[in-house]
């Protein structure tokens, strides 16, 4: 058996929209920067596991260039062989180790680095920080996502507590299982303080629903090591690399927090310097993780970010409900509906999701250019909008034989997950698994009904028949078709 513990426990890998290229260009280009085309870029993937994340953008963008390392070489090898099933040419998976990566990789204009920093040693995370800052375009753009403090501390010390328990297991399976007794174990023990109870049960809550691979390799692994937010940028800024943003640009912009820091100008001027400010932010928030992108150093950034910069993008939403006036997302944001015209704009975002729209689409809802400017503005800030920089391709219209992307189909033979084209996971009922696998252009509507009829628990032809227009039109509106 390998000694590598992630050829030992699997551990799940899926697509993050926060890492594609698309993401990252968009907060590139907030702030000023000149970020490579999504459709050509060359993208290094940095812990990629089985490729959950990178095969999708391979297959979607085939024009662009794509490579995967990991330590671990038997999810590299299971990567690799669905590579080969999908016939994806732009994409190289290599098992190796990131201390190996030199100058005969060339450059990259997007580095992705998800569940790595907290993980590795010192001398390998310092690695890590070098790699990007050598292998980096000019206007590159280096996502690295990692455990801070102080939000990490209670998880810390059940961490702690955890591998203490454990401590003489050596069985990864019973390593896992202990944990999980353990956390029970304090569950109904109870004795402490109601108000010091009451955070930690929250916790031990969130570490009982994780998966056994995520419970394995995230909180029970050797090496767990949060930061403070200012010690990344300054560990950043020894190998050439500045802070640009967060994945996420509505964490950035939160104006009730910015008035609070502020305040503090008598004491320092955190204001005047992204990294205080947002360092002050994570206190404030209590912030345990961040998914942060870097830039060179040099490259010149334009901070002040306001109505004017909606033009340059495309939108999307993501599920939402509307009450009382207020628009409340799967996220949990609210914003206020202070005009019709925000409501208009974010069904018309409503009926294209997950496709994004063009800034032009949308200015008959707002009625006016300047107001679709501040509308999209305040719902960027609100975490209501996502900001794009590519028009995903897909079929947004059913065909007389409509197809499925050969990605969508090959993952809905073997599971329930596929990836749509906008890089986001949707999960499909058993019924729709099989309706996706005969959506191969082979068959017209009449011929998918009959086949779909033999599927245990499909229903009857007839009714097969009513309801596969709208069951077509559901996934074409999840970007799962193409032509």
Known sequence: MSDNLYDQVHYETFPRRQTHPDRLASVARLFGMDPAPIANCRVLEIGCGDGGNLIPMAYYLPGACFTGIDLAAGPIAAGRTIAGELELRNLTLQAADLRDIGPESGDFDYIIAHGIYSWIPADVR?????????????????????????????????REMMRYHIRNVADAAQRIEQARWFLQFLRTGRQVSPASQAPVEEEIKNLLEHRDGSLFHDDLAPINEPVYFHEFAAHAGRHGLQYLGEAEPHEMFDPILIAQIDSLKPLNPPAADIVEREQYLDFLKARRFRRTLLCRQGVPLRREVDAARMDAFLFSSMPFSISGGVITNQLGSRVAIVDAAVERVMRALDDAHPLPLEFEELIPYAGARQSLREILFDLMLGAMVNLHVYDFPCEETVTSRPVASRLVRHEAARGAHVTSACHTPVKLDEVARHLVVLLDGTRNLEAVAQDLATIPGAGSLEDIRRGLPGSLEWLARMALLEG
């Open 126 to 158: 310092d690695r890590l920080m070098a790699v990007c800052g050598e292998r980096l375009a000019p206007q590159g753009v280096a996502f690295i996502s990692y455990n801070v403090l102080p939000g990490r501390y209670i998880l810390q010390m059940l």
